[in-house]
């Protein structure tokens, strides 16, 4: 088989249709230690609110899980476990003072058996103890237990509409423009999907229409659906004028402040001290069902792989290695990622064999980064190619 890569380096999240394959590399998942310090009264909670424990489902369709956060006030991000790898990480607004979220993580199983789910809330280096589910895969729903009870309370997600749609992952604002200087109009709840209509040109807020009304949600705590490549750049509205400006004149000189990443709305100040970063591999997007044309020797198909400083400090140099089937087929190095800011490699394969490919990518593999977390650099999507 022929692998041709093609890196581009976009601070921008994905347009293209989007899931996470279940982990095929052996990742070490750490004891989950909440720091004993911290009072018990400052940890999450984590509860799977749905599947049902020794829920049946089946490989290559898309499982939700929908967990509820108590406690939730300063959680920085969830992650979601499949058999001790990542198999997702959603990360929460830093100016998110709710009580209690909900987070919908989502994972496609790629092989039958039995599964182990485990959930995380972070909250800083306070985690909150997993919360676990024992899922079976099937071969095909044929093979599901007719008392299986189906899944409730997730969305229903059309593999086969190529609508451009957003997924709302945990409770989000749906302002009037693509920043927190606007009005908000209403908040989307966990699970909701619309139609995206527009976009920033760095993909870091969409447009959507939810029922008759037409406002912007920030891109990194939603999951992409459908054929998105037509999705036109809109010209946001004028920036709203703040209100109730103060006009004390001050008798010393004020300290400087600066704004990092657009989604993330943290200040800090030159003198504060600087925190860890914490690389993620966000979403590797791309076709899991390639098929070798009728006449044709192979195919070619772009892969988008979005690596995320959660964080809050600055990476610095990394490298994010790629590999197909356990091979390194290329290593980019990137400059620096700032506390919010994405990264998206997009790498062209072509495919000349039917068979199943892994495309592994590991982001700061040397760990040369010190970072909050070591478990969350390494996604994985799979490939099944058949010929016509």
């Given at each position: 088989?022929?692998?041709?890569?093609?890196?581009?380096?976009?601070?921008?999240?994905?347009?293209?249709?989007?899931?996470?394959?279940?982990?095929?590399?052996?990742?070490?998942?750490?004891?989950?230690?909440?720091?004993?310090?911290?009072?018990?009264?400052?940890?999450?909670?984590?509860q799977i609110l749905s599947p049902q424990n020794g829920t049946e489902v089946v490989?290559?369709?898309?499982?939700?899980?929908?967990?509820?956060?108590?406690?939730?006030?300063?959680?920085?991000?969830?992650?979601?476990?499949?058999?001790?790898?990542?198999?997702?990480?959603?990360?929460?607004?830093?100016?998110?003072?709710?009580?209690?979220?909900?987070?919908?993580?989502?994972?496609?199983?790629?092989?039958?058996?039995?599964?182990?789910?485990?959930?995380?809330?972070?909250?800083?280096?306070?985690?909150?103890?997993?919360?676990?589910?024992?899922?079976?895969?099937?071969?095909?729903?044929?093979?599901?237990?007719?008392?299986?009870?189906?899944?409730?309370?997730?969305?229903?997600?059309?593999?086969?509409?190529?609508?451009?749609?957003a997924l709302i992952n945990t409770g989000l604002n749906f302002r009037t423009g693509?920043?927190?200087?606007?009005?908000?109009?209403?908040?989307?709840?966990?699970?909701?999907?619309?139609?995206?209509?527009?976009?920033?040109?760095?993909?870091?807020?969409?447009?959507?229409?939810?029922?008759?009304?037409?406002?912007?949600?920030?891109?990194?705590?939603?999951?992409?659906?459908?054929?998105?490549?037509?999705?036109?750049?809109?010209?946001?509205?004028?920036?709203?004028?703040?209100?109730?400006?103060?006009?004390?004149?001050?008798?010393?000189?004020?300290?400087?402040?600066?704004?990092?990443?657009?989604?993330?709305?943290?200040?800090?100040?030159?003198?504060?001290?600087?925190?860890?970063?914490?690389?993620?591999?966000?979403?590797?997007?791309?076709?899991?069902?390639?098929?070798?044309p009728s006449g044709s020797s192979d195919v070619t198909t772009s892969y988008s792989?979005?690596?995320?400083?959660?964080?809050?400090?600055?990476?610095?140099?990394?490298?994010?290695?790629?590999?197909?089937?356990?091979?390194?087929?290329?290593?980019?190095?990137?400059?620096?990622?700032?506390?919010?800011?994405?990264?998206?490699?997009?790498?062209?394969?072509?495919?000349?064999?039917?068979?199943?490919?892994?495309?592994?990518?590991?982001?700061?593999?040397?760990?040369?980064?010190?970072?909050?977390?070591?478990?969350?650099?390494?996604?994985?999507?799979?490939?099944?190619?058949?010929?016509?």
């Open positions: 088989m022929r692998v041709r890569m093609i890196a581009f380096l976009l601070l921008s999240l994905v347009l293209t249709a989007c899931n996470l394959g279940t982990k095929a590399v052996p990742t070490v998942l750490p004891t989950i230690t909440p720091n004993n310090n911290a009072p018990s009264t400052e940890r999450p909670v984590v490989v290559g369709e898309t499982v939700f899980v929908n967990a509820a956060i108590t406690n939730a006030r300063g959680v920085t991000s969830v992650q979601m476990f499949v058999n001790g790898n990542v198999a997702k990480v959603l990360p929460f607004a830093a100016d998110a003072d709710a009580d209690s979220r909900n987070a919908l993580l989502d994972f496609t199983p790629a092989s039958e058996g039995n599964i182990e789910l485990r959930v995380v809330a972070y909250k800083g280096d306070i985690l909150s103890e997993p919360a676990t589910l024992q899922l079976v895969v099937r071969s095909s729903i044929a093979a599901v237990t007719a008392t299986s009870a189906p899944q409730s309370n997730v969305p229903q997600i059309d593999p086969n509409d190529p609508t451009c749609r693509p920043s927190t200087d606007y009005d908000i109009i209403t908040v989307l709840s966990t699970g909701t999907l619309a139609p995206i209509i527009g976009r920033l040109g760095d993909n870091s807020w969409w447009m959507l229409r939810v029922n008759t009304r037409e406002g912007w949600v920030s891109a990194q705590y939603t999951t992409v659906y459908g054929v998105c490549n037509a999705v036109p750049i809109v010209t946001p509205p004028p920036s709203p004028t703040p209100q109730n400006q103060p006009t004390a004149t001050p008798t010393t000189s004020p300290t400087a402040t600066f704004t990092v990443a657009p989604a993330n709305t943290a200040t800090f100040t030159p003198t504060a001290t600087p925190g860890q970063p914490d690389l993620v591999i966000a979403n590797i997007t791309g076709d899991t069902s390639v098929i070798i792989i979005v690596v995320t400083n959660t964080g809050s400090g600055a990476s610095g140099a990394f490298v994010v290695v790629h590999e197909l089937n356990n091979v390194e087929i290329d290593s980019p190095a990137v400059s620096n990622l700032n506390p919010g800011e994405s990264i998206t490699l997009t790498v062209d394969i072509t495919f000349d064999a039917a068979g199943t490919y892994t495309l592994v990518s590991r982001a700061d593999p040397d760990n040369t980064v010190s970072e909050v977390s070591e478990v969350n650099n390494t996604g994985t999507i799979n490939v099944s190619v058949t010929a016509e």
